[in-house]
Nanobody
Framework: QVQLVESGGGLVQAGGSLRLSCAASGRTFSDYCVGWFRQAPGKEREFVSTISRTGTNTYYADSVKGRFTISRDNAKNTGYLQMNNLKPEDTAVYYC?????????????????WGQGTQVTVSS
């Protein structure tokens, strides 16, 4: 089992930055890939970014490419999502997720473990 706890969300003005953290426990952190997803009110959960077990490979949704950076510190059992130049359309609940078997995956269904989410609100 893997437990994930997100933090770092909040209210920020457009153009600002936030760094989300995902603290993991319950299994060796480097056993799994980490993904970030988000869900805005009335919309489906959407892929944001994912990072490989060692952090070597990363992928981003086109909507965040160049603005968001995913990373991980396996020694600290923590994943991160640095979000810069935030836009009002980035407003959503952000979820950290982990998968042991699927690798770098875009689909939410490929992830076995999920955090509770953290709210990010970007004002215009």
């Amino acid at each position: 089992q893997v437990q994930l706890v997100e933090s770092g969300g909040g209210l920020v003005q457009a153009g600002g930055s936030l760094r989300l953290s995902c603290a993991a426990s319950g299994r060796t952190f480097s056993d799994y890939c980490v993904g970030w997803f988000r869900q805005a009110p009335g919309k489906e959960r959407e892929f944001v970014s994912t990072i490989s077990r060692t952090g070597t490979n990363t992928y981003y949704a086109d909507s965040v490419k160049g603005r968001f950076t995913i990373s991980r510190d396996n020694a600290k059992n923590t994943g991160y999502l640095q979000m810069n130049n935030l836009k009002p359309e980035d407003t959503a609940v952000y979820y950290c997720a982990a998968n042991v078997y699927a690798g770098l995956a875009y689909g939410a269904s490929r992830y076995e473990y999920w955090g509770q989410g953290t709210q990010v609100t970007v004002s215009s």
